[in-house]
C-alpha cells in the first residue's frame, strides 16, 4: 500500500535516446509533483500540477514533458538524454492542510545517462 | 530572492548530545517552514513544519525556532540517536512552491 510509488527505481540508458518514468499516488492528492535531486542532493522543482493541470513549470528544456492522464498519474517523459539528465527524480503528491502544504514523496528514479 | 540558504553541509554529533541545523532566507513572502528528513534510498518524508506567525514548534525530540525579523530558522534535534543519522532539509514555500535548502549531512555517531 505505497502512498507514492514511482518506476522504474534504476534507469540507466545512452546518450541521445528518450524515456519515461511512471508515478502514481494513492492518497487521493489533487497535486502532483516532479523533483529533481542532483549529485549533491541538491533539490529542485521541476513541474507542479493541480486535477491534471500544469501549474507550475520552472525553467525546464523542452526534452522535459510531464503528463497526467488522471490525478492519481503524472508521468515524466525525457527526450533525446543528456550527460546532464543523470540524477534523481523524484516524483511528490501533497495534501494542504490547515493551510500548510505537505508533500509525500516517492523513492525516486535513478537516471544515469552514458 | 528564492533561495534558502542552510548550514553546516555536515554534522557529526555524539549519541544523546543536541544537533543544530541552521537556515536563512530573503523573501519575506514565504509563508511556510517545513524540514524534511531523507534517508540513503529514499524520497525526503516531512519532519516538521512551521508558520512565521510562531516562534518555535516542538514535536517529541525535534524543535523548530524561528526568527522572523533575522529571517532565520533552525532546526534543533534533542538527544540525538544513531537512527537519526540522515539528510535533513530545510524549505521554504510561496505559492505552493517549496524551495530547499541544500541540505545537511547529518552522523550520530554511538
Known amino acids: 500500500d505505497t502512498a507514492v510509488s514511482q518506476t522504474p527505481k534504476y534507469l540507466v540508458t545512452q546518450m541521445g535516446n528518450d524515456k519515461s518514468i511512471k508515478c502514481e499516488q494513492n492518497l487521493g492528492h489533487d497535486t502532483m509533483y516532479w523533483y529533481k535531486q542532483d549529485s549533491k542532493k541538491f533539490l529542485k522543482i521541476m513541474f507542479s500540477y493541480n486535477n491534471k493541470e500544469l501549474i507550475i513549470n520552472e525553467t525546464v528544456p523542452n526534452r522535459f514533458s510531464p503528463k497526467s492522464p488522471d490525478k492519481a498519474h503524472l508521468n515524466l517523459h525525457i527526450n533525446s538524454l543528456e550527460l546532464g539528465d543523470s540524477a534523481v527524480y523524484f516524483c511528490?503528491?501533497?495534501?494542504?492542510?490547515?493551510?500548510?502544504?505537505?508533500?509525500?514523496f516517492g523513492s525516486g528514479t535513478q537516471l544515469s545517462v552514458l | 530572492q528564492q533561495q534558502v540558504k542552510q548550514s553546516p553541509q555536515s554534522l557529526i554529533v555524539q549519541k544523546g548530545g543536541i544537533s543544530i541545523i541552521n537556515c536563512a532566507y530573503e523573501?519575506?513572502?514565504?509563508?511556510?517552514f517545513p524540514w524534511y528528513q531523507q534517508f540513503p534510498g529514499k524520497g525526503p518524508a516531512l519532519l516538521i513544519a512551521i508558520r512565521p506567525d510562531v516562534s518555535e514548534k516542538k514535536e517529541g525530540r525535534f524543535t523548530i525556532s524561528f526568527n522572523k525579523s533575522a529571517k532565520q530558522f533552525s532546526l534543533h534535534i534533542m538527544d540525538s540517536q544513531p537512527g537519526d543519522s540522515a539528510t535533513y532539509f530545510c524549505?521554504?514555500?510561496?505559492?505552493?512552491?517549496?524551495?530547499f535548502g541544500t541540505g545537511t549531512r547529518l552522523l550520530v555517531s554511538p
Open positions: 524549505a521554504a514555500s510561496i505559492f505552493q512552491k517549496l524551495v
Open positions: 523573501n519575506t513572502a514565504f509563508d511556510y
Open positions: 511528490a503528491s501533497s495534501l494542504r492542510l490547515e493551510g500548510d502544504e505537505k508533500l509525500f
